[in-house]
């Protein structure tokens, strides 16, 4: 995964809230073994109007998205984070996401950014002409007008963005401790294990 | 004396593998649900990185997103093909990956397949106060039975399947407690929409929901099943609603469940679940069952509720200015006028199926209104859809696929159909959709297509009348 900490760009000014996951990467996009190539069929419906957001030569591979509430709601499909990514957009901005949405950007490299809606209206404003900057380490969002808004991130999601690090991994250092829980499952409660 | 804990508390207690500082832990997935659509990319990070499955006993796949729904062997009982090549190349994947990582594997074509949140309880393998999840949003349905279930993306599916576990952080609690009892008409999926109308599409966000109360004491597993596979509907991570006398009835003698000695111990720890008097939930919503009607989506958010005997609201009627605006878009998209009845839409399709109504007591509930009508002429398409090939059976030794061919709908196979538009099932742009599926979002159940969620027996009235209908006309 490619670490994240400064990100300074364009930042598509979205806005809309309940952008769910159907919405960000239609189904008929689903049907494939790879995690390629995903960025075209991102935001199909809305980019079926010619003078959607996205396609707009300003916006063109813009690292950041504006969004509101829940944004990311719906279905687990981890190819919406995919899409995002293959689009270019390393930063999503917005009041909230779905849990399910946020995790999967994490695990790949994106950085949902959460900002109080007074911050993202004026984002909006700022995005329809002038570039957005983040600093992941410093916990910011920036604008050329001395704007400066501090985010939240929980700090082992913070760590995996900057080091760009495998969870797999993390987690086989725990090896011996999942092995103990599985001993003790099998001593309490035998029964958990499939009976047929 | 230890602090009186939730269900959702003692359920995250037992499978805390390891606690980190940071207030995550690591916790032990007790089942791993696999299905052909999130899967192929977790299993070829597996073969790159050279890991292996930890707990292949604990995994169990099946097909279901998109296989069609149409019949899967000819007359000779040779397996058909699956004409669309990258739904055939997906289900070959996984037909692939199963035996190569050892895990059990349930085909398109044996007697048990179905969609894999049907198959998961209805097999026994998913069992109350288990962790439970699948590369799907709607895992969340395993609640019904008491287990903490939830949907995960791609990479956890690779996470689990190497290690057997999920690094989490502990979800906020909230209780959804429905008191009293629902009028005639009224199914769990009118509780789900109207619980989803109340609390908002985000109103369960960082939350696990647990439903309690009368109204969903008295349901049946069906019924809870429904109920909690749309907690995500609500925002919420998973819900959950405690096992009881109705779900150790419904779970005994499964084939993946616990059998003689080992099922009295199961039901013994299974009874210690139940949230202890005193214990308390970050968020409580109490709602009136006499308050729920026969209920109906007008939008493209499942918050977009109202009871069939109401109207299309007006965008202005909303106070929050994004939610004025994401109306105004919605009902762009459905083609509707505020102020139009709910009753006077007309439908040219109908679909009776999906994860949160495709189980036995719907395609009774749905039958029970079609028995002896027929479907309005202006109905295109009517399709239903059982959840597996054992409600299929069941459906079929009761009758009911004669009710509903006699009724002028087709009765097929078993999958995930036209809930989700990956397979050849899908409601043409422009048209409208009564479906008894868990989304109305834009394009969900193909490009331009206009859906509007209700119940089984909803789905089957608007299919008698041609329009959206409310059921209790047509009942005693």
Not at chain 2, 151 to 169: F, K, M, N, Y
Not at chain 2, 339 to 366: K, L
């Amino acid at each position: 995964m490619t670490p994240l900490n400064q990100v300074e760009g364009r930042a598509i000014p979205l806005g809309l809230k309940n952008v769910d996951t159907d919405v960000i990467i239609p189904a008929h996009w689903l049907k494939t073994t790879t995690r390629e190539g995903m960025g075209r069929g991102a935001f199909e419906s809305l980019r079926a109007d010619p003078d959607n957001l996205f396609d707009r030569p300003e916006y063109k591979g813009a690292p950041i998205l504006i969004a509101g509430d829940n944004f990311g709601c719906g279905s687990s499909r981890e190819h919406a984070a995919w899409a995002l990514g293959d689009l270019g957009i390393r930063v999503v901005i917005a009041p909230s996401y779905s849990d399910i949405f946020s995790g999967n950007a994490v695990k790949n490299g994106i950085l949902p950014v959460v900002l109080p809606q007074a911050a993202i209206d004026r984002l909006l404003e700022v995005a329809a002409t002038d570039p957005v900057s983040i600093d992941l380490e410093h916990q910011t969002v920036t604008t050329p007008f001395q704007d400066r808004f501090t985010f939240e991130i929980d700090p082992f999601r913070k760590m995996c963005l900057l080091d760009g690090l495998d969870e797999i991994s993390l987690t086989e250092k725990s090896d011996a401790a999942i092995g103990a829980y599985e001993d003790r499952l099998d001593a309490e409660r035998p029964w958990m294990r499939p009976a047929a | 004396m230890t602090r009186p804990r939730t269900l959702y508390e003692k359920i995250w207690d037992a499978h805390v593998v390891e606690q980190r500082p940071d207030g995550t832990a690591l916790i032990f997935i007790d089942r791993h649900l696999v299905h052909e659509v999130t899967s192929p990319q977790a299993f070829a990070g597996l073969r790159t990185s050279g890991r292996t499955v930890r707990r292949p006993d604990l995994t169990l796949a099946v097909p279901d997103h998109n296989v069609p729904t149409t019949p899967r062997k000819d007359a000779a009982g040779n397996r058909l093909p699956i004409t669309d090549p990258e739904s055939a190349a997906q289900l070959a994947a996984l037909e692939k990956n199963a035996p190569e990582f050892g895990i059990r594997y349930i085909d398109a074509v044996a007697p048990e397949q179905g969609i894999v949140h049907v198959v998961g309880p209805e097999q026994g393998f998913s069992l109350p106060g288990a962790t439970i999840v699948c590369g799907d949003s709607h895992t969340a349905c395993h609640g019904g039975i008491g287990a903490l279930a939830f949907g995960i993306g791609t990479s956890e599916v690779e996470h689990v399947l190497a290690t057997q576990t999920l690094l989490l952080q502990p979800a906020k609690t909230m209780e959804v407690r429905v008191e009293g009892d629902v009028g005639p008409g009224v199914s769990a999926k009118d509780i789900i929409l109207h619980i989803t109308g109340v609390i908002g599409a985000a109103g369960g966000t960082g939350h696990v929901i647990e439903y309690t109360g009368s109204a969903i004491r008295a349901l049946s597993i069906e019924g809870r099943l429904t109920i909690s596979n749309m907690a995500i509907e609500g925002g919420a991570r998973a819900g959950l609603i405690a096992p009881d006398e109705t779900t150790f009835a419904y779970l005994k003698g499964r084939p993946y469940a616990p059998k003689s000695a080992d099922w009295d111990a199961a039901v013994e720890y299974w009874r210690s679940l139940a949230t202890d008097p005193g214990a308390t939930y970050d968020k409580v919503v109490v709602i009136d069952a006499a308050d729920i009607a026969p209920s109906v989506t007008w939008g493209t958010s499942p918050e977009d509720v109202v009871p069939i005997t109401g109207t299309v609201p007006d965008p202005a009627s909303f106070a929050d200015p994004s939610k004025q605006a994401a109306a105004a878009k919605s009902l762009a998209y459905m083609g509707l006028e505020p102020g139009t009845r709910m009753q006077d839409v007309p439908v040219e399709n109908i679909f009776i199926g999906s994860c949160t109504n495709s189980r036995i007591e719907d395609m009774r509930a749905a039958a029970a209104v079609l028995k002896g009508r027929t479907k309005a002429p202006n109905v295109k398409w009517a399709i239903v859809v059982p959840g597996s090939g054992l409600v299929k059976a069941q459906a079929e030794a009761e009758g009911l696929d004669r009710i509903f061919i006699d009724a002028g709908l087709e009765w097929r196979e078993p999958g995930c159909s036209a809930c989700l538009a990956m397979n050849p099932d899908k409601v043409p742009a422009g048209e409208r959709c009564a479906s008894t599926s868990n989304r109305n979002f834009v394009g969900r159940q193909g490009p331009g297509a206009r859906t509007h969620l209700v119940s089984p027996a909803m789905a089957a009235a608007a299919a008698v009348t041609g329009r959206l209908t409310d059921v209790r006309e047509l009942i005693d």
